[in-house]
């Protein structure tokens, strides 16, 4: 994610035992309340130190069917049937979904009919009989998903509007706006979109399409993904939108998403893109998907968003003339870069969310470093002057202060994004270029399709570089005040350097 700063397969058998623990343990915690059935429902939580009311303990989530019908005008609720297939990680009388700002009409467990009630952000299924460890459920919601944000969800992300439609922005703690799910990324899951829309309408999402069926004045469009995804990184696109196709490295198919108006105008930039998942490939590998492409939104957002396979632009990134042609590509370059960190290889907790941004970052600025002459050194020094700063203010990379009330995305601050590059040009620095350039690529080769932890990473540098990195990055990423800068001992920090205070992305 990039917040604008215009405004300044299946997962292995290791990865799925390695979740299953993680909600089988959250399960135990919560037991008390998951076996109480005739207590009140209450909101549960996976204890994510970020949003603690985040996910679901006792389930695993297999995959999502989610099957929406758009009424023709984005300001009205869409109805919809999402159906969630899990298995059991702990014995349940009741199953929590993460779910708002939508009316549940019915729900059935394994088809049969169950009771539902709301708790906080929490759907409360109460299934006929008792669920076990180990069986194999299937869970349907019959709902509306509402594109219209409650006055106290404003900004807080889910659907947006566009001028000509809709278009999703989930991350981080927002999937569960528009449809029930398991809303954290430790819990990732092969999805499927069905989208009902008049003819005049175009849909997108992720994955590859699966067929287009038209019925009278109606078209359904259906979208697979071939790789597990966190639902943050859910994407939908309705509008009346031009669709431009084209390959990108090895044959991987590319398609755009742009206002059909704005065509001719976007292809300039819609045609860089196949030279810059060449760019990354040559620094951290193959493409991890089954496709790739933009959209650019005639909306206003505030960031840019790597939903996965479609990276989500404010279309007016590409045609204000006030940004320069380096800038706008090096941006384009962080989103891309996320489908590897982020996307393929997801954090295992919100605290974790420096691999993603500042992995997006670092090559963000590599990217200009190398085609457009913007020294990465200028940068990081820059970023180096203003740590301490940004981690008095918001924690340090790898430990960020809760999100401030009502603003789930505040998050997203300068410490994750070039704060947490910073600590990546440090451990360059340490442990030299080409034992780096190796623990990039072992990284998204190890964890791919799956989640990963800082404590992975460290675990990782630690072995690629034949020697304990703990207490080295440990201080880089924990502590309150930033290290001595390896090679630049006259690096000093100055909390009146305000220009490296950019803007965190998403």
């Not at 067929?211 to 109606?218: F, K, L, M, P, Y």
């Not at 044959?251 to 065509?263: C, E, Y």
């Not at 340490?430 to 990284?443: D, K, S, T, V, Y």
Request: glycine share 8%; hydrophobic share 40%; with cysteine.
């Amino acid at each position: 994610m990039l917040l604008n700063p215009r405004r300044r397969g299946v997962p292995g058998p290791v990865a799925r035992r390695r979740k299953a623990a993680l909600l089988a343990s959250a399960a135990t915690l919560c037991s008390v309340c998951l076996v109480a059935a005739a207590a009140p429902p209450v909101p549960l939580g996976i204890g994510d130190r970020l949003y603690p009311t985040l996910g679901n303990p006792g389930y695993d989530v297999t995959s999502y069917d989610v099957n929406l019908t758009y009424p023709g005008t984005n300001d009205k609720p869409l109805q919809a049937v999402t159906t969630i297939d899990a298995w059991v990680t702990a014995d349940l009388d009741r199953i929590n979904l993460d779910f708002t700002h939508g009316t549940v009409r019915s729900v059935q467990v394994d088809g049969v009919p169950a009771e539902f009630a709301g708790a906080g952000e929490d759907l409360v299924v109460t299934p006929a009989e008792r669920l076990h460890r180990g069986d194999w459920v299937r869970i349907t919601v019959r709902h509306t998903s509402d594109p219209v944000p409650a006055e106290d969800q404003k900004g807080d992300g889910g659907w947006v509007r566009t001028t000509d439609g809709l278009v999703m922005a989930n991350q981080a703690d927002a999937a569960h706006m528009v449809f029930p799910c398991n809303d954290h990324p430790s819990d990732k899951a092969m999805f499927t979109f069905r989208v009902t829309a008049p003819n005049a309408y175009t849909v997108v999402a992720n994955g590859l399409p699966g067929g287009i069926r038209r019925a009278g004045g109606e078209t359904t469009w259906t979208y697979r993904t071939q790789h597990p995804m966190a639902t943050e990184l859910a994407q939908v696109s309705i509008g009346r939108s031009a669709v431009p196709r084209r390959e990108g490295p090895h044959g991987l198919p590319l398609r755009d998403v742009v206002p059909s108006a704005d065509r001719e105008a976007l292809e300039p930039w819609l045609a860089r893109t196949p030279d810059q998942i060449a760019w990354m490939e040559s620094k951290v590998g193959r493409y991890p998907f089954e496709n790739y492409g933009v959209i650019m939104a005639n909306a206003t957002t505030g960031f840019e968003l790597e939903t996965q396979t479609l990276s989500l632009f404010e279309k007016k990134l590409f045609t204000e003339p006030a940004y320069p042609a380096w800038y706008v590509e090096s941006v384009m370059v962080h989103e891309l870069s996320h489908q590897w960190f982020g996307d393929s290889v997801s954090p295992r907790t919100w605290s974790d969310v420096w691999l993603n941004e500042g992995h997006a970052t670092w090559y963000e600025a590599l990217y200009a470093e190398e085609k457009a002459h913007r020294p990465m050194a200028d940068r990081m020094k820059a970023a180096y002057a203003a740590s301490d700063g940004w981690r008095a203010s918001g924690g340090p990379p790898a430990r960020p202060k809760p999100p401030v009330p009502g603003q789930k995305i505040s998050i997203f601050r300068p410490s994750v994004y070039d704060g947490a590059a910073l600590a990546l040009y440090a451990l360059r620095q340490e442990i030299g270029r080409p034992a780096f350039e190796r623990l990039e690529r072992l990284w998204v080769r190890d964890h791919r399709d799956s989640d990963a932890s800082t404590g992975d990473f460290i675990e990782l540098a630690s072995a690629v570089a034949g020697r304990d990195l703990g207490g080295f990055l440990h201080a880089w990423l924990y502590d309150e005040k930033t290290p001595p800068m390896p090679g630049h001992p006259d690096w000093k920090q100055d909390p009146s350097v305000k220009a490296a205070q950019r803007p965190a992305h998403k």
